[in-house]
């Protein structure tokens, strides 16, 4: 191999339990280049990045970091060797302040051996500014919003100056503005020679930012190249074996009667006077850029929060919803975003992970009915197609997009008239996407009231009837989905435009 690669790894194999995960798996990163790994949910993507960071040890391969062999022990090792690493599912510490997490373990004293607080608060800021937000280095990381989260782990594996970045998955949880700062800055570091190792799921920032690709399927490499000479399709053919078209999900139905009717809905400082209504058979959707309001709105709608006024219906009833379970009871089942916090029970096996929510539906006199739970989880693992190969480990061994499917899972099976999906397909590989709009239009083709709250506007125009652009807490249009294109929704969501006469 060239003498130019700052990283080769080569031939690694690595099984978990007797299952082989990585099979002869080899990447080679150029300097100052932005490399894509790309392949369907469970592929082993991130497999491969926690040997690089030394999570894990490979059973089988060589590392070698500017053409010379070395062992990655621990995650200390590739760290000094100039790796760092965002992880997929986010590593910051909720009860810690935002700089604490910047400097957690290396931590600035002075010669008295006290922390230099003011300094690493000053650092903490330039990072993150650079990353295009203002965030107050001594907020409690615990009140921050998911894509803040985001740009913690990202600002922090900035600190460093590492010589290569490792990037799974960085910007799930970001919206375009934050995901084109991002790129900014990435160009900058490919411009002072650091080379970064992108994972996504969205095609369209591999062909913006990437250089180089390669695919992983199944744990071994079926292709690599520069980006430039391929496009979308064939990579996507590369990663799922076969073609996945693009096109909008026709689903004329009609819809039927009233089922949620909200009204001059109001939270002070975080949403207003809003209005909606949503009919059994719709899908609506709500979009728009960081601080919107849209999922504060709808974590009121499903009693996590208090509104000071306004009224919900439900099915023509004035509902009080002041917790959860009144939102179960009346119908409204809410799949939230950010797994990791508000969808999983770690130390819960796959299994339970899918029932918890609707126990009930596996109880008789008491007695829980393993039979019936596998029965329904078989029934999602086919529709999902969920890669597990025991579903009685606990679901962290599931690779991120697989567990984000079985939170959709448990949802499905609570199986409210209303369901409220926010990002339903963060995380989730493109050939995975369409099977999960596919379902979601079933459901509403059955009659269930859907509403999907998404950043990824070509999402929200590709299964919904009505589109919702909220802008600074307020919905600032409201269009059908003819109507509607990428553009259009960018001026409504930065506050450029309004279209106030619709509004009510
Ligand atoms: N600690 C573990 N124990 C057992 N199996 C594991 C463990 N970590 C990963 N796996 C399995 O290895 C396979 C590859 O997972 P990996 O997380 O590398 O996928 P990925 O390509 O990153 O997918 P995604 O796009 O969903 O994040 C999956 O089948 C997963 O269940
Ligand atoms: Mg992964």
């Known amino acids: 191999m060239s003498g130019n690669y700052v990283l080769e790894m080569e031939n690694i194999d690595k099984s978990f339990n007797r299952v082989p995960v990585l099979k002869q798996a080899s990447l080679c990163l150029e300097e100052g280049e932005i490399h894509a790994l790309l392949g369907e949910n469970g592929a082993g993507k991130s497999t491969l990045m926690n040997i690089l960071g030394g999570i894990f040890p490979a059973d089988k391969g060589t590392i070698k970091v500017n053409g010379k062999q070395v062992e990655m022990t621990d995650p200390r090792t590739s760290q000094q060797l100039g790796i760092s690493f965002i992880h997929q599912e986010l590593n910051v510490v909720a009860d810690l302040k935002v700089y604490e997490n910047m400097f957690l373990g290396r931590e600035r004293r002075n010669r008295l051996g006290l922390l230099k607080v003011e300094e690493m608060c000053r650092k903490t800021s330039e990072v993150i500014a650079g990353l295009g937000v203002e965030i107050?280095?001594?907020?409690?990381v615990r009140q921050l919003d998911a894509s803040y989260k985001q740009l913690i782990e990202i600002a922090k594996a900035l600190l460093q100056d590492s010589k290569i970045i490792i990037m799974d998955e960085p910007t799930t949880a970001l919206t375009e503005h934050e995901v084109h700062r991002l790129f900014t800055l990435m160009k900058n570091l490919k411009a002072a020679n650091v080379s970064i190792i992108y994972i996504s799921h969205k095609l369209k920032e591999i062909q913006e930012i990437c250089d180089r690709y390669t695919v992983l399927r199944d744990g071994k490499i079926v292709g690599s190249g520069r980006v430039a000479d391929q496009n979308v399709t064939?990579?996507?053919?590369?990663?799922?074996?076969?073609?996945?078209?693009?096109?909008?999900?026709?689903?004329?139905h009609a819809a039927g009667r009233e089922m949620l009717h909200v009204t001059g809905l109001t939270s002070a400082g975080r949403f207003r006077d809003i209005n909606f209504t949503l009919h059994a058979g719709e899908i609506l959707g709500f979009t728009g850029l960081a601080g919107d309001g849209r999922t504060e709105l709808f974590e009121s709608i499903f009693g996590f929060n208090k509104t000071s006024s306004g009224s919900i219906e439900v099915e023509g009833r004035s509902v009080p919803i002041n917790h959860p379970k009144q939102a179960l009871q009346a119908g409204i089942g809410f799949v939230p975003k950010d797994r990791k916090e508000n969808a999983i029970i770690k130390d819960l096996s796959v299994y339970h992970n899918m029932s918890i929510s609707a126990l009930s539906h596996f109880e008789?006199?008491?007695?829980?009915?393993?039979?019936?739970?596998?029965?329904?989880?078989?029934?999602f693992k086919e529709a999902l197609n969920i890669k597990v190969h025991d579903p009685k480990v606990t679901i962290d061994k599931l690779s991120g997009g697989n567990q984000q499917k079985v939170v959709l899972a448990k949802w499905l099976e609570v199986d409210t008239p209303i369901l409220v999906f926010d990002n339903p397909t963060q995380g989730i590989d493109i050939g995975a996407k369409r099977e999960i709009y596919q379902l979601i239009v079933q459901l509403a083709e059955q009659g269930k009231a859907i509403i999907i709250l998404s950043s990824e506007v070509p999402e929200i125009l590709k299964v919904c009837h009505t589109i919702h652009v909220m802008y600074q807490g307020e919905i600032t249009a409201k269009l059908k989905r003819d109507q509607a294109n990428e553009d259009e929704i960018m001026k409504y969501a930065t506050g450029s435009k309004r279209e106030v006469e619709h509004i009510g």
């Open 234 to 252: 064939a990579i996507t053919k590369m990663m799922v074996g076969k073609s996945v078209s693009e096109e909008r999900f026709v689903h004329n």
């Open 136 to 140: 107050d280095p001594k907020a409690y």
């Open 364 to 379: 008789r006199m008491g007695f829980l009915q393993p039979n019936q739970e596998k029965s329904r989880f078989h029934h």
